[in-house]
């Protein structure tokens, strides 16, 4: 049944579908942020703006590849590759729809938190080998900030995992055919509000963006890319919150369930998981940043604490119903 | 150099740690303008800033002494571009204390209705780009930088059919000013001030009950009242630092002493009270322009005829230094008039340059991003810090 070839075949395809997508997702938070700001966005490329992505893809192409003289050149360009792969590569494990995915491991959430965490790598190369204090400083930022935020993700992620008793995606979404985990009182709600913080922050963006902070590091640790290096970091970074809001989506949000036939499945986690996406949008394009100690007095004294007891009063109450699979 | 001195003021809590010298500018996003400061950075907290100005020197003083006194309001504009009126009127006050022109009431409530619109719309781009410099311009700072410049565009609208101009105005002449408003103006200002002011409502409401936006701005950037008048700042800083000390208040001039209005104080000299007293002066220069146009006196708007050529008006020989409170403090001109078209000499007291200086002694301690919205906080103009 799974050959090698198919597969192959099947990863080009998702590789495709998911660049195709992410490009996109950069057009919708364009256009979302410009009628946030009421301004219209992008509107001259193509109608209503809609080849804009492909302009830019194309320009940025086009670019000329500059490396600092004094970098470190292997890390220089090793970095955007480093940053992208896990990005990607965590689009692996999703199932879209019952059936319609690479490959639901039995493991998906553990191997999805796992590898979403290895961009820190990529991030921390680039700091550091474009020998720029701007972008070493961010670096610095960066790994502070993945590092504390990576735990209240986790334990947010785990709350559906202890409640439906599996860490497989697919299974946890099969789990939700009753009642979506948002809707459970108080532990499901506080878990996805929990899962939204942990992901604004974890993917670096505003108002917890002090990686990038444009106003005072430039534009962070990618200030020395440009080209098509730049469009592989920029490219990896829309990738991954896509991912993990596909991941919020598949956890709290039911996944592909939904009316209509079977074949709507993907369409509705897509759409879930744009819903997702623009809570997050919503949220960059409305706060100022805040510190960088600030942001980690959020974490350790604040959302770490609080997502630990909500996992363990969790796991007590499956516990004190009879184990796991309660819902 | 400016590392032993900041040293002496702020004592950091670990040491032989290995430094980082970090150049911020002139080149940078929130420079504002070209402003090169140069860091001294242990991990994230800054221990010491080295401030570097004069990228932006254009001989303006020099410049004063080779235009005559028609031509150099215009080029006084130039100075703050951002408060244009405020530069204009200090030069035009200036040569008319040395040579004692009479100006009428109506010119002197014109001039107090274009320095408080100018006030409103300078700081209205101040609340955008020090939201810009603390949110970001790919985050929540954009959102209120485009908002507030939006209703900036509505007041050089207000300017744009008062002058012709929208940026620098050359509105004041010596004697009065060169412009009356035009048929319809009145109303226009009217609508678009209870507009604004509605808008800074909003503001308020976006910012005050914002957790983040509190906490990157309370208890950041302390000025205390004795540095504030040492290093010599004025304007929103002072009062933010609990000196009710306003030149419109403290030494009247173009008739400000008719007008109702309250000098905004607030205690904690931190970026919250600088902010604080900006959000009200906001509505106290609203009120002063309503007052200005309800009580608008009739007669000529210059007592002088006009003039023929450029060096027609001449001052007596005399010297006099005349202060107005621009929206960043204290602008004053310095003018040494020889009996002929041209001052003799001529020297710019601006309010960002003075306000600047306090930026050395309240960075250090602070971390990296504070360094952004403190700068933002002082709110400096380098066309008027360099001239």
């Not at chain 1, 792969?85 to 959430?109: K, M, R, S, Y």
């Not at chain 2, 303008?33 to 907290?45: D, Y």
């Not at chain 2, 800054?46 to 990228?55: E, L, T």
Request: hydrophobic letters at 50%.
């Amino acid at each position: 049944m799974t050959s090698p070839l198919r597969d192959l075949v099947a990863a080009v395809v998702l590789l495709n579908a998911v660049i195709g997508l992410v490009t996109y997702v950069t057009l919708l938070e364009r256009k979302f942020a410009a009628r946030m700001q009421s301004r219209i966005g992008p509107y001259r490329v193509g109608p209503h703006g809609l080849l804009q992505p492909i302009a830019d893809a194309l320009k940025l192409m086009m670019k000329e590849d500059v490396v600092p003289a004094r970098s470190d050149r292997w890390v220089y360009n090793l970095a955007p590759l480093a940053f992208l792969l896990p990005c990607l590569l965590i689009f692996a494990t999703i199932p879209f729809a019952p059936g319609l995915g690479l490959a639901d491991l039995n493991i998906g959430v553990l191997f999805f938190l796992a590898v979403s965490a290895l961009e820190i790598v990529g991030l921390f190369m680039g700091g550091w080998g474009s020998n720029n204090k701007y972008a070493l400083l961010s670096a610095m930022r960066g790994v502070n900030q993945i590092i504390s935020y990576e735990l209240p993700f986790i334990f947010a992620a785990l709350v559906p995992v202890v409640l439906s008793g599996t860490l497989r995606l697919g299974g946890i979404v099969e789990a939700q055919r009753g009642l979506w985990f948002a809707a459970w009182p108080v532990v499901g709600q506080a878990a996805f509000l929990a899962y939204l913080v942990a992901m604004i922050a974890a993917e670096n963006r505003a108002p917890f963006d002090i990686l990038e902070a444009e106003s005072e590091l430039v534009a962070g640790f990618r200030v020395e890319y440009s080209g098509m290096k730049f469009a592989l970091i920029q490219l990896g970074e829309y990738a991954h919150v896509l991912a993990t809001s596909y991941l919020g989506a598949l956890l709290f949000l039911g996944g592909w369930l939904g009316p209509g036939p079977a074949w709507l499945g993907a369409v509705w986690f897509t759409g879930k998981a744009l819903v997702v996406f623009l809570l997050v949008t919503w949220v960059r394009w409305s706060f100022v940043r805040i510190r960088v100690d600030q942001i980690l007095a959020i974490s350790w004294k604040l959302l770490l604490p609080a997502t630990l007891a909500l996992l363990l009063a969790t796991a007590g109450w499956v516990a004190y119903r009879g184990g796991a699979g309660v819902a | 150099m400016a590392d032993l001195e900041a040293r002496r003021v702020i004592e950091l809590g670990y040491a032989g740690n290995e430094r980082l010298v970090m150049n911020m500018g002139p080149q940078h996003p929130s420079a504002h303008g070209v402003f090169r400061a140069i860091l001294t950075l242990e991990g994230e907290t800054v221990a010491a800033v080295d401030a570097v100005i004069g990228y932006l020197h254009r001989c303006h003083e020099k410049l004063g002494e080779t235009l005559t006194y028609v031509q150099y309001p215009s080029i006084a504009s130039k100075t703050d571009y951002v408060a244009a009126m405020t530069s204009e009127l200090a030069y035009v006050l200036a040569a008319e204390r040395i040579g004692r022109v009479e100006v009428p009431p109506r010119a002197r409530y014109l001039r107090v209705t274009a320095a408080e619109l100018q006030r409103v719309a300078s700081h209205c781009l101040w609340l955008g780009t020090w939201c810009m410099d603390m949110g970001g311009a790919l985050g929540g700072g954009a959102t209120l930088f485009l908002y507030a410049i939006r209703e900036r565009e509505m007041l050089l609208d207000l300017f744009e059919a008062l002058t012709g101009a929208r940026l620098l105005y050359g509105f004041h002449q010596v004697g009065g000013t060169r412009y009356d408003l035009p048929a319809g103006w009145a109303e226009q200002c009217r609508s678009t001030l209870a507009f604004v002011e509605k808008r800074i409502d909003e503001y308020e409401a976006m910012l005050e009950d914002n957790p983040f936006f509190l906490a990157r701005t309370q208890g950041v950037g302390v000025i205390s009242p004795e540095l504030a008048q040492e290093i010599g700042v004025s304007g929103p800083l002072i009062r933010g630092s609990g000196i009710a000390y306003d030149i419109r208040r403290a030494e009247p001039y173009s008739s400000y002493e008719d007008f109702e209005f309250r000098v905004p104080v607030e205690t904690a000299g931190d970026c919250w009270a600088r902010y604080r007293v900006r959000m009200v002066e906001f509505r106290e220069s609203i009120k002063i322009v309503r007052q200005a146009l309800d009580g608008l006196p009739a007669g000529p708007i210059s007592s002088r005829p006009g003039v023929k050529s450029v060096g027609q008006v001449r001052i007596p020989k005399g010297e006099a230094y005349a202060r107005v409170e621009g929206p960043r403090g204290e602008v004053g001109c310095y003018l040494i008039a020889d009996g002929g078209p041209k001052p003799y000499r001529m020297k710019w007291r601006g309010a960002s340059f003075s306000n600047l200086a306090v930026l050395p002694h309240i960075i250090p301690g602070h971390k990296v991003a504070d360094v952004v919205a403190i700068m933002g906080s002082v709110d400096p103009v380098f066309g008027e810090v360099d001239r």
